[in-house]
């Protein structure tokens, strides 16, 4: 039977107490953990949000009716203490615990909330089927670590805040509820009662909002804001998320990167004590592609790709030298000390390349002996081979692995081996954080799908003034003066410097092969806006889920999330998303029309 806390006031949180507060007289609330029942002595482990503190029951001290009452306590029921602090004998001290001194001897009890048996133990790292967790997700954040990835979360908005206030930003709110602009991922909409027939749109990101804060002249914007995208999920993306999102007005590319590794460092310093070098290290898109095969390279390890073209071009290899004559690369990377994979182990990484598009993958053993095993190597001169272990650095033992193809397959499947090799070869410490910025994107990508020109980043980026001559000519060449900040192979956030004249946003647009109707009924509100003084921009937007999972060095997002959605953008807990009934239909004007996508 549960009982009121009517007449108890908490006086202290379970860790909040220590060896300093012997023989104090304290009032402690929370949930029982573990209960040990000796015979005429129960200890219970009572958990709230800071930790676990021991309580002792016995009759002498509690009577015989609160000791009746400590008997019936299980996992999970929540109660209130009162009892004095006294001193674990010495051999029942436990290092590992904050509180593991002392202990609570109980002079009464109160029974706040009892509890069904729950459907897994609440325990650190529970290695319980995610499903089961968030399904019963209000349990699963009981658990300590993802009560500490919370807490984290908290402490970096709070510090984010604390920084940019301290730099003359504002922190203004923008509209969940706006026009659809579909360019990039797909929207979720939301039907209008008022309007029937037509919808509001949840934001993608603020971007043209906060752009237009910046014609406003409120010069320095953040928000901690809340996006939507309807798009497929991955362990580091959800279908809503959080951006540390920012704005800044008459600045180029360097002062807003200053800004953003100033936070960086603070915020890496403030929470983990880990100090932050600035300036971070900076490679264009192009080197990052090239070395690394990613535009977010993981920089905690070389094994880096070697561009063989020049090497093969005349080669008696037609997989190489055709590929290369076709306007393809043959690049490779040495997966240094992996000579030794049975057969079985590289045809799997030949398996591995085809899913990032390859056709399939050349390889070469340097035997111990300096002599090589290969499939490949009877088709090519002694010298050839010669010169492409040495521009490689091979050495005996290990496994050279090549990709023949286009530049983009080729980045793809060699910059995804280059991550496995890494893994392989235990390269990713969690606990080393290697920052950079990779900047000088393209401007534009070819979309083969819809045959024509999309943004890289978005249609608000201005191009680089050396490349605009470009612009109509020949777009793909054009690059941005655009930068995202990479951290251990994630993209942690990115940002350009914006269009602020009317007439390159025109030509912008143009290019993206949208008519002067299209632009306006997309983004009117916006050009007709740029006719009455625009000031340069720029801005940048974080994934601050992103960086609380760098932080916390979790797997997946969803981990630092209080309430995330699964693979299928579904809840477990709630059931959402759900039918309704015929009446909010009618409502809306809609009526459900099912087909098959």
């Known amino acids: 039977m549960s009982e009121s806390m009517q007449g108890l006031?908490?006086?202290?949180?379970?860790?909040?107490?220590?060896?300093?507060?012997?023989?104090?007289?304290?009032?402690?609330?929370?949930?029982?953990?573990?209960?040990?029942?000796?015979?005429?002595?129960?200890?219970?482990?009572?958990?709230?949000?800071?930790?676990?503190?021991?309580?002792?029951?016995?009759?002498?001290?509690?009577?015989?009716?609160?000791?009746?009452?400590?008997?019936?306590?299980?996992?999970?029921?929540?109660?209130?203490?009162?009892?004095?602090?006294?001193?674990?004998?010495?051999?029942?001290?436990?290092?590992?615990?904050?509180?593991?001194?002392?202990?609570?001897?109980?002079?009464?009890?109160?029974?706040?909330?009892?509890?069904?048996?729950p459907p897994f133990q609440i325990e650190e790292n529970s290695n319980v089927k995610e499903d089961l967790r968030l399904k019963y997700r209000y349990l699963d954040l009981r658990r300590p670590d993802l009560q500490r990835n919370l807490i984290m979360r908290h402490k970096?908005?709070?510090?984010?805040?604390?920084?940019?206030s301290n730099e003359e930003f504002l922190e203004i709110e923008t509209p969940m509820l706006t026009k659809s602009t579909p360019e990039g991922a797909r929207d979720y909409l939301v039907p209008s009662r008022v309007h029937q027939?037509?919808?509001?749109?949840?934001?993608?990101?603020?971007?043209?909002?906060?752009?237009?804060?910046m014609l406003s002249g409120y010069d320095r914007y953040f928000q901690i804001a809340k996006c939507f995208r309807d798009e497929d999920l991955r362990a580091d993306r959800q279908p809503e998320f959080t951006q540390i999102d920012m704005e800044l007005s008459f600045v180029d590319q360097e002062k807003v990167i200053d800004v953003n590794e100033r936070l960086m460092q603070k915020l890496f310093k403030e929470v983990l004590d880990i100090e932050i070098e600035i300036p971070m290290q900076r490679l264009t898109y192009k080197e990052a592609m090239d070395r690394f095969g990613s535009d977010k390279p993981?920089?905690?390890?070389?094994?880096?790709?070697?561009?063989?073209?020049?090497?093969?071009?005349?080669?008696?290899?037609?997989?190489?030298?055709?590929?290369?004559?076709?306007?393809?690369?043959?690049?490779?990377?040495?997966?240094?000390?992996?000579?030794?994979?049975?057969?079985?182990?590289?045809?799997?990484?030949?398996?591995?390349?085809?899913?990032?598009?390859?056709?399939?993958?050349?390889?070469?053993?340097?035997?111990?002996?300096g002599t090589y095993k290969s499939a490949i190597t009877k088709f090519l001169a002694d010298e050839e081979v010669e010169n492409m272990v040495k521009a490689m650095n091979g050495k005996p033992g290990d496994l050279l692995l090549f990709c023949a193809d286009s530049n983009d397959v080729v980045y793809?499947?060699?910059?995804?081996?280059?991550?496995?090799?890494?893994?392989?070869?235990?390269?990713?410490?969690?606990?080393?954080?290697?920052?950079a910025w990779v900047t000088e994107f393209p401007l534009l990508e070819w979309n083969k799908e819809h045959k024509r020109y999309t943004a890289m980043h978005h249609p608000f980026t201005m191009p680089m003034e050396e490349d605009l001559q470009y612009l109509e000519s020949d777009p793909g060449r054009v690059r941005a003066i655009a930068y995202d900040m990479v951290l251990n192979g994630c993209e942690l956030g990115g940002g350009s410097i914006r269009i602020h004249q009317r007439d390159i946003q025109e030509k912008m647009f143009a290019a993206l092969g949208f008519s002067k109707d299209d632009a306006y009924d997309r983004f009117g509100f916006l050009?007709?806006?740029?006719?009455?003084?625009?000031?340069?921009?720029?801005?940048?937007?974080?994934?601050?889920?992103?960086?609380?999972?760098?932080?916390?060095q979790s797997d997946s997002i969803r981990d630092v999330i209080a309430f995330p959605k699964v693979k299928d953008a579904s809840c477990p807990m709630t059931e959402a998303p759900g039918t309704v009934d015929d009446k909010q239909l009618n409502e809306l004007g809609l009526k459900i029309d099912t087909i098959e996508i």
């Open 9 to 117: 006031k908490r006086t202290n949180k379970c860790t909040e107490v220590s060896a300093k507060n012997i023989d104090d007289k304290v009032t402690v609330m929370g949930w029982v953990q573990k209960r040990r029942d000796l015979g005429g002595v129960i200890f219970i482990d009572l958990r709230d949000r800071t930790g676990l503190l021991q309580i002792v029951f016995d009759a002498s001290s509690i009577g015989d009716e609160g000791f009746a009452k400590a008997e019936k306590l299980r996992s999970e029921f929540v109660i209130a203490v009162e009892g004095i602090i006294e001193s674990r004998s010495d051999e029942t001290i436990n290092p590992n615990l904050k509180t593991g001194e002392i202990e609570v001897r109980a002079h009464s009890l109160r029974i706040l909330s009892e509890a069904e048996t």
């Open 412 to 435: 793809s499947t060699l910059g995804n081996l280059r991550l496995e090799i890494g893994r392989r070869l235990e390269l990713l410490d969690d606990s080393v954080y290697k920052f």
């Open 156 to 164: 970096v908005a709070m510090i984010t805040r604390e920084f940019l």
């Open 298 to 369: 993981d920089l905690r390890f070389g094994i880096e790709l070697v561009d063989l073209s020049d090497i093969v071009k005349d080669c008696g290899f037609k997989v190489f030298s055709g590929t290369v004559a076709s306007g393809g690369s043959v690049r490779g990377i040495n997966a240094e000390g992996l000579g030794n994979l049975p057969r079985r182990q590289i045809d799997a990484l030949g398996e591995l390349a085809k899913t990032y598009g390859a056709k399939g993958m050349a390889w070469i053993v340097i035997n111990e002996d």
């Open 197 to 213: 027939g037509n919808f509001y749109a949840l934001p993608q990101s603020p971007q043209i909002f906060k752009q237009l804060l």
């Open 527 to 552: 050009l007709n806006a740029f006719k009455y003084g625009v000031p340069p921009h720029g801005g940048l937007a974080f994934g601050l889920d992103r960086i609380i999972m760098l932080m916390t």
